[in-house]
């Protein structure tokens, strides 16, 4: 079985500063990774994706995660908050090796202060 | 990235009654799409799954006969909630996928009030 931890409900920042939200994954096949952001009241974006190539992976608004498999974490940065970053993240990983029914983490709020 | 829309964005409904939420894949044809349900300040939580043309496949604890899932089209499904009550009040979101081993593409998500 699969599974993702996000440590911290909750993260602030001051616009500027480096963002890290956390995820750490169990999967019993190499994992495809996800990162979803979710503003509210709307449905899921996605941010970027590990898919077994690069372990550097960029995605959009500027943010990036590493896949590292010797921690089995997946942890999304971007270097400068900006105001319009303050919302709910959500890290996934797929069921089965590919693309598959996705397990979510239970998120990770940014909060992002002038 | 591919297209879902979901319809309504938000639905207020009586008690005991049903309502209807429509997801639709508009530039692809999608094989399976999956029904997600959220709890306020929670993650996603898997409902059900289906495949065009079969039954839907429901997770552990979800019944069936309250949550009737259609995909009777390779653009379509539907989700309905019968006889609501106050506590099926959440965030429904579904997203879909064209094949087996492609990317899911999520709806922008229906708010349902059941008052």
């Known amino acids: 079985a699969q599974s993702v931890t996000q440590l911290g409900s909750h993260v602030s920042v001051s616009e500027g500063a480096l963002v890290l939200l956390r995820c750490n994954y169990s999967s019993s096949v190499p994992p495809y990774l996800f990162w979803y952001v979710q503003y509210p009241n709307q449905g899921l974006q996605l941010l970027l994706k590990?898919?077994?190539?690069?372990?550097l992976v960029k995605g959009i608004n500027g943010f990036e995660a590493e896949f590292k498999k010797s921690e089995t974490s997946f942890h999304l940065t971007k270097p400068s908050a900006h105001m319009s970053d303050a919302a709910e993240y959500f890290c996934?990983?797929?069921?089965?090796?590919?693309?598959?029914?996705?397990?979510f983490g239970k998120g990770t709020m940014l909060l992002v202060s002038p | 990235g591919a297209v879902v829309s979901q319809h309504p964005s938000r639905v207020i409904c009586k008690s005991g009654t049903s309502v209807k939420i429509e997801c639709r894949s508009l530039d692809f044809q999608a094989t399976t799409m999956f029904w997600y349900r959220q709890f306020p300040k929670q993650s996603l939580m898997l409902m059900a799954t289906?495949?065009?043309?079969?039954?839907?496949?429901?997770e552990q604890g979800v019944e069936k006969d309250k949550f009737l899932i259609n995909h009777a089209s390779l653009t379509l499904s539907t989700l309905t909630v019968t006889s609501a009550h106050p506590e099926d009040s959440s965030f429904y979101i579904c997203?879909?996928?064209?094949?087996?081993?492609?990317?899911?593409?999520f709806g922008q998500g229906t708010r349902l009030t059941v008052v």
């Open positions: 289906s495949n065009e043309g079969s039954k839907a496949t429901y």
């Open positions: 996934a990983v797929s069921g089965k090796r590919g693309y598959s029914t996705l397990t």
């Open positions: 997203s879909a996928r064209q094949g087996f081993d492609t990317e899911a593409f």
């Open positions: 590990y898919t077994s190539a690069a372990t």
